[in-house]
């Protein structure tokens, strides 16, 4: 299993890298999104370079919030074409795996219309992937796309499709953590994980391991038993990195020992918005 994070979209992406390789991370979740790690600001070879220098591999994320279910056909279409700038980007890295959100921010429309918006945004994106040798992955949301039932619909359309598994985002909007259904249901499918605490509701805080309410040991051994053992990106958003350090070791440890304890974690941090 390898730990890692993601650079903030806002700084330069090579002094991301430096600082992640520095705290002993294993791999950059590396996001092309504005305002600075946009595709049309990144040098992907400098990037390729540095990810090499340091000995560290990348998992492709893109910004949560590109409107690919949009009713606005124009919307939907430049989303798409979007995406697919993302792909060429990252193919040039190197990076073998790219996450897309769903979206279900079409008010007034049922949830069906929400998956065949989705469905028709993936199926024309899939041809490109599979080109220029990028697969996609899908990563859960908390509303329309975090649960088994609600997610099935475009994963078991189509199997090409990975799943990226957000943890934090399984305890939000929803009576109970819906991680469990989903690692049992779609293990299988499952290329990548963010893990992060958060005290329920609808507030995606990205907490430190261990200051929210999520049982982080139960994950991890669940993770385990149905044999995942690839990229954990700690999304730990917090301006000093002690918090990230912090829940790499507890991560590491867990992972390592079974039976280990999470122990007590440092006053929780005013947090970032993703």
């Not at 294993?26 to 946009?38: I, N, R």
């Not at 606005?72 to 279409?77: A, C, K, Q, V």
């Not at 980007?89 to 918006?117: C, Q, S, T």
Request: with cysteine; glycine share 6%.
């Amino acid at each position: 299993m390898l730990i890692g994070a993601m650079n903030h979209p806002a700084e330069d992406v090579i002094s991301e890298i430096k600082w992640m390789a520095a705290l002993g991370l294993e791999f950059v979740d590396l996001t092309f999104e504005p305002p600075k790690a946009a595709v049309w600001n990144v040098n992907t070879r400098e990037i390729r370079d540095a990810l090499a220098d340091h000995g560290l591999p990348a998992v492709g994320h893109t910004a949560y919030y590109l409107p690919m279910g949009s009713p606005f056909e124009s919307l939907r279409r430049a989303a798409v074409d979007e995406f697919k700038r993302c792909l060429e980007r990252f193919a040039e890295v190197g990076v073998e795996w790219m996450n897309i959100h769903p979206d279900g921010k079409a008010p007034l429309h049922p949830d069906n219309y929400h998956v065949g918006r989705n469905l028709q945004s993936l199926e024309e994106l899939l041809p490109f992937a599979r080109e220029v040798g990028v697969g996609l992955m899908l990563e859960n949301l908390p509303g329309k796309f975090n649960t088994v039932a609600q997610i099935s619909p475009v994963l078991d359309a189509l199997p090409e499709l990975a799943l990226h598994l957000d943890i934090g985002h399984c305890n939000l909007i929803t009576e109970t953590n819906t991680g469990d259904d989903l690692i049992r249901t779609y293990s299988h499918r499952l290329k990548h994980v963010h893990l992060h605490d958060n005290k329920g509701g609808n507030a995606d805080l990205h907490l430190p391991l261990g200051c929210g309410t999520i049982d982080i040991a139960h994950y991890v051994r669940l993770l385990q038993t149905r044999g995942y053992d690839s990229t954990i990106t700690l999304e730990v958003f917090a301006d000093d990195r002690t918090y990230l350090a912090h829940s790499r070791d507890i991560l590491r440890k867990l992972w390592d020992e079974p039976e280990m304890e999470i122990p007590s974690t440092p006053a929780t941090p005013r947090s970032k918005t993703n």
